[in-house]
């Protein structure tokens, strides 16, 4: 059930200065079970494929070819990074199907996924480039468009951070609003049901809870496939 008194993540617990939040907590739970299902997925590995194998396989066939399609057979490698990525978000952004709140409502979870891409780009950008040519690709194409280049790079986490944050806390605000309306509305009515509550909401619990998730996460797997898939030309290829 969503609900508008706490429109930040609530602390757990504490170690020291730092606080653990619910978001970290969740995310552990994720972690957790995607850790589980490739357990158990590959632990009994079959010639051919059959049960929870079957599903594990399809899922890593289906993201080699996506990013492959997408980045280009030179980056497959990236390929259990974005499927991973891609998970997590889906899971973590659905999470208000089950009245929880979303880990990327958070903006310290999308800060710390955007920072996560941002520095596998530079990082590989370098390495694709070398350091010569990677100076030279932010100089491009005069050096003094380096401090521009510099600030246009750093935008792109920003930006990207702030998108799925926006998308899915408003999402979480607007279904609250909605839920404690509606509970005042079947309250005021004597209803014995709060079917105002439960009935109403629904097309909009579809759209936020399920169809944004799942736009959202693509969304961002996708601006971060095509930022590391430009930034990953090598020198003598790049224009």
Same mark, same amino acid.
């Given at each position: 059930?969503?609900?508008?008194?706490?429109?930040?993540?609530?602390?757990?617990?504490?170690?020291?200065?730092?606080?653990?939040?619910?978001?970290?907590?969740?995310?552990?739970?994720?972690?957790?079970?995607?850790?589980?299902?490739?357990?158990?997925?590959?632990?009994?590995?079959?010639?051919?494929?059959?049960?929870?194998?079957?599903?594990?396989?399809?899922?890593?066939?289906?993201?080699?070819?996506?990013?492959?399609?997408? *980045?280009?057979?030179?980056?497959?490698?990236? =390929?259990?990074?974005?499927?991973?990525?891609? *998970?997590?978000?889906?899971?973590?952004? =659905?999470?208000?199907?089950?009245?929880?709140?979303?880990?990327?409502?958070?903006?310290?979870?999308?800060?710390?996924?955007?920072?996560?891409?941002?520095?596998?780009?530079?990082?590989?950008?370098?390495?694709?480039?070398?350091?010569?040519?990677?100076?030279?690709?932010?100089?491009?194409?005069?050096?003094?468009?380096?401090?521009?280049?510099?600030?246009?790079?750093?935008?792109?986490?920003?930006?990207?951070?702030?998108?799925?944050?926006?998308?899915?806390?408003?999402?979480?605000?607007?279904?609250?609003?909605?839920? =404690?309306?509606?509970?005042?509305?079947?309250? =005021?009515?004597?209803?014995?049901?709060?079917?105002?509550?439960?009935?109403?909401?629904?097309?909009?619990?579809?759209?936020?809870?399920?169809?944004?998730?799942?736009?959202?996460?693509?969304?961002?797997? *996708?601006?971060?496939?095509?930022?590391?898939?430009?930034?990953?030309?090598?020198?003598?290829?790049?224009?």
């Amino acid at each position: 059930m969503h609900s508008i008194e706490h429109l930040g993540p609530r602390k757990i617990f504490a170690i020291g200065d730092v606080f653990i939040t619910e978001t970290v907590i969740f995310f552990w739970i994720i972690a957790a079970v995607m850790i589980a299902f490739a357990y158990i997925s590959t632990r009994r590995l079959e010639e051919k494929p059959r049960g929870i194998q079957l599903v594990a396989e399809y899922i890593v066939e289906f993201v080699y070819n996506f990013t492959e399609g997408a *980045m280009g057979k030179r980056n497959t490698n990236f =390929s259990p990074y974005i499927g991973t990525l891609f *998970m997590v978000l889906v899971i973590g952004n =659905s999470l208000g199907l089950l009245g929880l709140r979303p880990i990327t409502a958070d903006i310290n979870m999308t800060f710390a996924l955007a920072g996560l891409t941002f520095f596998l780009v530079h990082y590989n950008s370098v390495k694709a480039k070398g350091i010569v040519g990677y100076i030279k690709h932010m100089s491009a194409p005069y050096p003094f468009m380096l401090p521009i280049n510099l600030v246009g790079e750093l935008a792109f986490p920003l930006s990207l951070s702030f998108r799925l944050f926006g998308n899915i806390a408003g999402g979480t605000i607007i279904m609250a609003l909605m839920f =404690s309306g509606l509970r005042s509305a079947s309250e =005021s009515l004597n209803l014995p049901i709060p079917l105002l509550q439960f009935l109403i909401p629904l097309p909009a619990n579809l759209f936020f809870d399920i169809f944004e998730p799942i736009l959202q996460g693509f969304v961002f797997t *996708m601006l971060t496939m095509v930022f590391i898939a430009i930034n990953n030309i090598p020198h003598h290829e790049d224009h």
